[in-house]
């Protein structure tokens, strides 16, 4: 039976449990309106690991604007009944106050690697991120924890940081799981109207013909100029970036000399959307 913890004293208490039976202990950290996704990191931390956590966490400091907090979809029954279904040991879904009580006054910055990208277009997003995830990591005791490459950059974030705090945990990235038509999943996808959602896709479309453009020995810069005008062509409004950036360090590149990604943060219909793919 999957228990709904809100406390990090009960939390603790349950863990310890299960440590000292020597048991392998995984979590999932999402932010809830579970998907495939999801669930496919949850299955990844089942097979990996004795138990299971899944954490559910709007974090207001991850949110550098008020309206995108305030519309994140919050859907704590159905994640549930979804979690509970594949056999998840524990949601764990604190309020803001047993995460920030009052006095708070920590916070990680992982230079460098934070500062492009996402880092550039959301100030002070991965510094959110990195507080409240060695936060759950320190909740939670997990000896693993499960994050998607939809959001590469987050994940290379966190394994710096993992790295440089010495933080005993294993970081596992798992594949993105995209749509039938290839829009990768995301909790944002339920505010694309019908028409933005037809058109969606063509951002996985057009970054896999710059990524086979690229790969085939084409420019890099021109491949990337012709993708920008190819997702305004496919009804993009703006396109934040496209760029290939080396996998790990996310540095600029102009040649594929090193194992790279192509990332891309485009909006429509009102959304914004994020991608990337190995090239
Ligand atoms: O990827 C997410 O859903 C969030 O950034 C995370 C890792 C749960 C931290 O709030």
């Known amino acids: 039976m999957m228990q709904i913890l809100r406390t990090v004293a009960e939390l603790r208490t349950r863990v310890r449990g299960w440590k000292e039976d020597g048991r392998q202990v995984g979590v999932v950290p999402t932010?809830?309106?579970?998907?495939d996704g999801h669930l496919s990191l949850v299955r990844a931390a089942k097979r990996g690991c004795d138990r299971v956590i899944v954490t559910i966490f709007v974090n207001p400091k991850q949110f550098n604007n008020p309206a995108d907090l305030e519309k994140y979809p919050r859907t704590e029954a159905a994640d549930a009944a979804l979690l509970a279904a594949e056999g998840v040991d524990i949601l764990f879904a604190p309020g803001p106050d047993e995460v920030y009580p009052p006095g708070f006054a920590t916070s990680v910055t992982v230079s460098g690697i934070s500062d492009p990208l996402e880092g550039a277009m959301r100030p002070?997003?991965?510094?959110?991120?990195?507080?409240?995830v060695a936060k759950l990591f320190g909740m939670t005791q997990a000896n693993r924890a499960y994050f998607g490459q939809k959001d590469w950059q987050q994940l290379q974030v966190v394994k710096r940081m993992v790295a440089d705090l010495n933080i005993p945990?294993?970081?596992?990235?798992?594949?993105?799981?995209?749509?039938?038509?290839?829009?990768?999943?995301?909790?944002?996808?339920?505010?694309?109207?019908?028409?933005?959602?037809a058109q969606a896709p063509g951002l996985y479309r057009v970054m896999s013909k710059v990524a086979a453009a690229i790969r085939n020995g084409g420019d890099v810069a021109a491949a990337l100029d012709q993708g920008r005008a190819d997702l305004v062509q496919a009804g993009f409004a703006e396109v934040e970036y496209l760029d290939l950036r080396s996998a790990a360090l996310l540095e600029p590149m102009t040649t594929l000399d090193q194992p790279a990604r192509l990332l891309a943060a485009a909006w429509i219909g009102g959304v914004r959307l994020i991608d990337n793919i190995p090239v």
């Open 124 to 132: 002070g997003h991965f510094e959110g991120v990195a507080t409240v």
């Open 169 to 197: 945990v294993e970081v596992v990235g798992a594949e993105t799981v995209r749509e039938g038509d290839g829009l990768a999943m995301s909790s944002r996808n339920v505010r694309l109207d019908a028409l933005s959602r």
């Open 31 to 35: 932010m809830g309106a579970l998907h």
